[in-house]
């Protein structure tokens, strides 16, 4: 596809992946917008969510589709409902969020330029749209793995309690 070529996506498009013990969509990748960007939906299970992580070299964006979510950083936290927006620039701040809400909650993350889409696609596998596969457990192989793809990435992972006591 070219990048004068216009891109249209309904809601069952689009390539699903088990991430984070989540279901995410990658509405469109960074090979279909000439690394621009890229928007992926992220369907966050109840107690779902990242451990702290920081990326300086992308842009991350977020807008709550549905729900509240969790979202916190070295300078404290705080939920944000359906409409709300997180932008977490470019430097690297440390970041997370985490569904601590009974309910599912739908984000949209455009990410800038694209390319973090794709530690997505190595680290999930490939599921059914709204499929929601369990949490990996953390083995010695698993964590190896995970560090491998942060410096791969240019990510760094936290321990999940980093921003505890924000």
């Known amino acids: 596809m070219s990048e004068k070529d216009i891109s249209i996506k309904n809601a069952s498009t689009g390539e699903f992946l088990g991430v984070a013990g989540g279901n995410y969509r990658i509405v469109i990748s960074g ?14 299970p109840p107690g779902g969510g990242p451990p702290p992580h920081s990326h ?4 991350e964006m977020f807008y709550v ?36 809400s009974g309910e599912f ?27 929601i596969l369990p949490l990996p457990e953390n083995t010695p192989e698993r964590i190896a793995f995970i560090e491998a ?3 791969k990435y240019g990510q760094k992972t936290y321990p999940r309690n980093y921003l505890d006591n924000v």
Do not use: W
């Open 31 to 44: 090979e279909q917008t000439g690394g621009n960007y890229a928007v992926i939906e992220m369907n966050v």
């Open 105 to 131: 909650v739908r984000l949209l993350c455009t990410v800038v330029p694209a390319g973090l889409e794709n530690i997505f696609r190595e680290i999930g596998q490939p599921v059914k749209e709204g499929e």
């Open 65 to 100: 589709v549905e729900g509240e979510i969790e979202f916190k950083t070295e300078k404290g936290k705080e939920n944000v409902a359906k409409g709300g927006f997180v932008n977490i620039p470019f430097g690297g701040a440390i970041h997370c969020f985490q569904n601590t």
């Open 56 to 59: 300086s070299a992308f842009q």
């Open 149 to 151: 793809m942060d410096k």
